[in-house]
């Protein structure tokens, strides 16, 4: 939580406090599942980048406290290690990582999740344009690692930053949710640009093999992208604008004629109204490009009074206020 002035007045910062939570933030998946019931008949869920914890707090409270006689496991994975919480289990791990997935999975004893949620965000720069990019990545990353440990028609809540270019964003997550909505808290400060999109219904293309081979993500891995099949490999149709036998426009060839035939200059239909040019090549033509400007004056040099009389002329002066006084 923030510790300027503004954080302290702020009605979600002193509830946190009152009640106990982290970090205001998890008001924000309160309200969240207000709206569109998250919560309801989930068994397992997942919380990428959780530090400091707080919405790893909000699905302890609520899932354990709903589902008392069923057993609930909550995972909780960052780079960053965080205090303990009761029924939170601890990935200190990378989410771009096929391990990471690895291990969840291990801790949900080979079953999917129902419930993946991610309020990560970058150390923001104040430039609008990088800030939306790097954010839009992390949503990707969250993404990747989502479609290896959620179960068919489960939810996906990530933050995200709504810019000029965040329609891509939500036709991608269009690809495997069946219903997209973007959400903003009531919460979420007004002056922020953050928002979250709440999808539904999870079901991947036919044929979709979950991967972490994403260049955006991570260029370790040694894949070669043209073994890939069915969805995960999309060749994007090249289009040629113009015919392919032309002759390259990079290259000058000699203007072939028919034989028997000699070359006859043809006038355009209609001539230039003015030649381009023509006030510089006069200008240039008549010296008149380079304006003649007088030298600077030459100042004389400064003469500095040695001490003598520096000392003389503070006599003087001091002679003329003493007969001053006395008259």
């Known amino acids: 939580m923030g510790r300027s002035s503004k954080d302290k007045r702020d009605i979600y910062y002193r509830l946190a406090k009152e009640e106990g939570w982290r970090a205001r933030s998890a008001f924000k998946l309160l309200q969240l599942d207000e709206e569109y019931q998250l919560f309801q008949g989930v068994q397992r869920a997942v919380d990428l980048c959780a530090a400091p914890g707080s919405w790893s707090q909000v699905l302890s409270r609520k899932l354990r406290s709903s589902n008392e006689t069923s057993e609930v496991k909550i995972v909780a994975v960052d780079l960053q290690a965080m205090a303990p919480l009761p029924g939170v289990i601890q990935i200190q791990g990378d989410i771009t990582k096929v391990s990471t997935a690895h291990e969840i999975i291990r801790h949900f004893e080979g079953q999917p999740a129902d419930l993946v949620v991610c309020d990560g965000a970058p150390d923001v720069t104040g430039l609008h344009d990088i800030d939306e990019y790097i954010q839009a990545q992390l949503l990707l990353a969250a993404l990747n690692i989502t479609t290896h440990v959620l ?5 996906f809540v990530a933050k995200i930053f709504r810019g000029k270019d965040v329609t891509l964003l939500y036709s991608q997550l269009k690809i495997f949710f069946r219903e997209v909505t973007c959400a903003k808290p009531r919460s ?12 539904q219904g999870y079901g991947p293309p036919e044929g979709y093999i979950p991967n972490m081979s994403n260049p955006l993500l991570d260029h370790c891995y040694d894949v070669d992208f043209n073994q890939l099949e069915g969805p995960n490999r999309v060749i994007v149709p090249f289009l040629a604008c113009g015919d392919l036998s032309a002759y390259d426009s990079d290259k000058t060839y000699p203007l072939q004629l028919d034989t028997g035939k000699e070359y006859s200059y043809v006038p355009p239909n209609q001539p230039p109204i ?5 006030e510089a090549c006069f200008l240039k033509k008549n010296n008149l490009l380079a304006k003649e400007r007088p030298p600077p004056p030459v100042k004389p040099p400064a003469t500095t009074a040695s001490g003598e009389d520096q000392a003389s002329s503070i006599c003087q002066g001091a002679a003329i206020q003493q007969l001053s006084l006395s008259s």
Not at 188 to 199: G, K, W
Request: aromatic fraction near 10%; hydrophobic fraction near 25%; include cysteine.
């Open 274 to 278: 003015r030649p381009p040019y023509q």
């Open 188 to 199: 979420s400060r007004n002056s922020s640009i953050e928002a979250f999109v709440v999808c």
């Open 151 to 155: 179960r068919a028609g489960g939810t």
